[in-house]
């Protein structure tokens, strides 16, 4: 083989595997499938499990958090799916969600959740279409969640035992 | 030099030490970036590959080399950089005095091997020594000491942690990491003898000294 054809192999080789490298330390995948899933996204062959993602939305829409974020998370393997995520957050706000308190734990699980569907996202603009939902976009779930995780002078209104659950 | 070896084979070995060098195992895989100082001792372990002759960079990277030669080089030496980082984050301890301690270690033995200037089968010697002996001070002995059983090392470490200013005690590791940064410190030794030396020249073959015959 002529050597110019064995450098540019080995150069456009090389040049691969240092982006590979790079990306696992500047992405931090944690399993396999996180990996297999973001170079797959790169390239923009990743999809969901839409049987699993189906089975989520059913969970979710039938108030069972836990069963639905199991399935999303399913679904979703690798984590990059702004759409699955957003759905995950969703779930945990509405988990979370008290009509006196809420719970600071699954909110916090939720910020992140949603924090990781707006980065996902195109433009970190997140609008999900659906009409079983009160909040559409992320920008106003994770505004919510930041409300639930700080504590107001409104938290000490009486009244709030009215509010409802978005 | 073949030019398979310096576009394939280097890039190839140097690339999988910088990314072995920074994974944890575990029950999550994390990959750890190198330290600063990692990257100041890898330049110095650079310094004295070249000095000692096993590495030669106008071989790797010259003015009279075609650019795709030159591309292939400034590879080589990207990823022999990162490499070294990435040895010298794997085999200094974590935490408290044997951090301390063992990044001392390798800063003195790298300027002391500087200053010796030993020759290129010397110096590779004494880096399989240096990379060996943190390969045992952290997989075997530190390790051993932070296992949860064993009363003789939990009072070795309780009287160590006493009569020092810092605790010798580090988070336990899985079984693979030692097995991980051995195969590590095996694949750099295997690049850094690989590299480009300087070529002797101008040495005539000593004519045998002859008997007079009988």
């Known amino acids: 083989m002529r050597e110019s054809v064995v450098r540019s192999v080995g150069l456009t080789a090389s040049l691969a595997y240092g982006a590979l490298v790079l990306w696992l330390y500047v992405t931090q995948p944690q399993t396999m499938a996180q990996v297999s899933g973001g170079l797959t996204s790169i390239i923009g062959a990743y999809s969901v499990d839409q049987q699993a993602f189906d089975d989520g939305l059913r969970f979710f829409r039938a108030d069972k958090f836990p069963e639905a974020r199991a399935a999303f998370a399913r679904a979703d393997r690798a984590g990059r799916d702004a759409r699955t995520q957003f759905y995950i957050a969703y779930a945990f706000y509405r988990e979370g969600w008290g009509r006196t308190y809420d719970d600071d734990v699954l909110f916090k699980q939720g910020l992140t959740a949603v924090d990781l569907a707006i980065a996902l996202a195109p433009n970190g603009r997140l609008v999900v279409d659906d009409p079983d939902l009160q909040m559409h976009s992320a920008d106003e779930l994770r505004a919510e969640l930041q409300r639930g995780l700080t504590i107001e002078l409104s938290d000490f209104n009486p009244l709030r035992v009215l509010r409802k659950r978005k | 030099m073949t030019a398979a070896r310096e576009a394939i084979v280097l890039p190839f070995l140097l690339l999988t030490v910088t990314l072995l060098g920074g994974l944890q195992p575990g029950a999550r895989i994390v990959f750890l970036p190198p330290p600063l100082f ?15 002759g096993a590495l030669d960079p106008v071989r790797l990277m010259h003015g009279s080399r075609p650019v795709l030669a030159n591309a292939n080089g400034a590879i080589v030496l990207v990823a022999l950089v990162a490499a070294g980082a ?17 990044s ?23 880096l399989a020594v240096i990379f060996g002996a943190g390969l045992i001070l952290k997989f075997v002995v530190l390790a051993g000491l932070s296992q949860p059983a064993g009363r003789t090392a939990r ?4 009287l160590f942690d006493a009569a020092t200013f810092g605790s010798i005690a580090q988070d336990p590791q899985p079984a693979a990491a030692g097995y991980l940064a051995f195969l590590t410190v095996a694949l750099y030794l295997a690049g850094a003898a690989l590299l480009p030396a300087v070529r002797a020249v101008g040495l005539e073959p000593v004519p045998r000294m002859q008997l007079p015959e009988a």
């Open chain 2, 104 to 126: 001392v270690f390798f800063f003195v033995l790298l300027v002391n091997t500087l200053v010796a200037s030993p020759d290129r089968v010397r110096l590779l010697r004494s």
């Open chain 2, 155 to 158: 009072v070795l470490v309780a």
């Open chain 2, 38 to 52: 990692c990257l100041v001792l890898s330049s110095l372990l650079l310094a004295a590959l070249v000095r000692s």
């Open chain 2, 86 to 102: 990435q040895v010298f984050a794997m085999l200094t301890p974590a935490s408290g005095l044997p951090l301390f301690f063992v």
